[in-house]
């Protein structure tokens, strides 16, 4: 069974600051990753998606990494805002036909101005 | 373009009771999906519907089902409530089998059971 972990679960980092999520999964058969934002009481606002075979995508002054043998995906965001601050959740979809999504348990980023 | 729909927005129901809820993919989407996000407990996928039928379901009791009509809209049906269903239930869709992969979400509909 597929297990998603995100560590760390809180972080909280002055406006400007760069910083890395990470995401680790326990299955590598995986078909893509896609890293969300969902902010207090809201749904899912989609990220990225990182197919198995690509090892990074980047939008705006986001990128995401996938190292599909070792397990491991990280969300770096650049030069940090207040405006950041969102729980963000990563999520794979497994090899073969199901397509549901497992996903970790997010971390809670705040940025402070 | 309208993104994925969901109503009602938020729901009050009592134990033993039934709830529906329903949700509209975006346009050209066939399928869709259902999670649960209970406090505490973090999302948890529930069914997929994909040109009209179940695809697969998670590992929720029977009392929990739905389906998809024509229009590839859904409806999540929840009988006998209990207490723990309270959560926030989010519905997905896609461009299904033959199309990308990314899963747009809706805003959600919470429910909480007395």
């Known amino acids: 069974k597929q297990e998603v972990t995100q560590i760390p679960a809180a972080l909280s980092v002055p406006e400007g600051e760069n910083l890395v999520l990470n995401c680790s999964f326990t299955d590598s058969a995986i078909y893509n990753l896609q890293w969300f934002r969902q902010d207090p009481g809201k749904g899912l606002t989609s990220l990225l998606l990182?197919?198995?075979?690509?090892r990074e995508q980047t939008s705006g002054r986001l990128n995401a990494s996938l190292d599909k043998s070792s397990g491991r995906s990280t969300l770096y965001i650049a030069a940090s805002q207040p405006g950041d601050s969102a729980t963000y959740l990563c999520?794979?979809?497994?090899?073969?036909?199901?397509?549901?999504?497992?996903f970790g348990s997010g971390t809670q980023l705040t940025v402070l101005p | 373009e309208a993104g994925v729909t969901q109503s009602p927005t938020h729901l009050i129901k009592t134990r033993g009771q039934q709830v529906t809820l329903r949700c509209s993919p975006i346009?050209?989407?066939?399928?869709v999906y259902w999670y649960q996000q209970a406090l505490g407990l973090g999302l948890q996928f529930l069914l997929w519907?994909?040109?009209?039928?179940?695809?697969n379901r998670g590992n929720f009791p029977p009392r929990f089902s739905g389906r998809q009509f024509p229009n590839y809209s859904s409806e999540l049906n929840v009988n006998a409530l209990e207490l723990e269903d309270s959560a926030l239930y989010l519905c997905?869709?896609?461009?299904?089998?033959?199309?990308?992969?990314?899963?747009?979400f809706g805003p959600g509909t919470r429910l909480l059971v007395l």
């Open positions: 997905a869709s896609s461009l299904g089998r033959q199309g990308g992969e990314t899963q747009y």
């Open positions: 519907y994909d040109e009209g039928e179940e695809r």
């Open positions: 346009s050209g989407h066939t399928s």
């Open positions: 999520a794979v979809r497994a090899s073969g036909s199901a397509r549901q999504l497992t």
């Open positions: 990182i197919q198995s075979s690509q």
